[in-house]
């Protein structure tokens, strides 16, 4: 597994990509509207996650490695590209209103993508660790 400093690095520059797909999009688009919004969350949502799937079939990963990758691309890094944004002033509102919007859809979305990845012909297994921890 990974440790907490290779996780914090990848948050890190998950966040970084995304205050870039967002800086990108306003100067493109103009400040934060609706349609911006829409389109980052869709690329954030749609794109990622089977780039995510592309990417992990392509070097050769496990299937539950795949499905664990997939499933964390859809997890919001809402604290690192909050920061980013209030560090160069630009597109706060934006990045704060995708974060939002995406902690709101991410268990439906988690429920699709394992469908899409069943779909894909991509096995998994959910394990439930919780019946592995003894209670006194």
């Not at 490695?65 to 934006?94: H, K, N």
């Not at 894909?120 to 209670?135: C, K, N």
């Amino acid at each position: 597994m990974c440790s907490g400093v290779v996780l914090d690095r990848m948050t890190s520059r998950k966040a970084a990509i995304t205050l870039g797909f967002t800086a990108g999009a306003m100067a493109k688009f103009g400040m934060a509207s609706a349609d911006t919004m829409v389109v980052l969350l869709a690329v954030k949502v749609g794109l990622l996650p089977l780039l995510m799937v592309g990417c992990g079939l392509a070097v050769g990963l496990g299937p539950q490695y795949v499905t664990a990758l997939t499933l964390l691309t859809l997890c919001p890094a809402a604290a690192t590209s909050f920061v980013l944004a209030m560090q160069y002033g630009r597109g706060v509102e934006l990045v704060s209103l995708t974060n939002i919007l995406g902690n709101i859809f991410l268990c439906p979305l988690i429920i699709i993508w394992l469908k899409i990845l069943t779909a894909l012909g991509i096995e998994y297994v959910l394990h439930d660790d919780i019946a592995t921890i003894t209670i006194k």
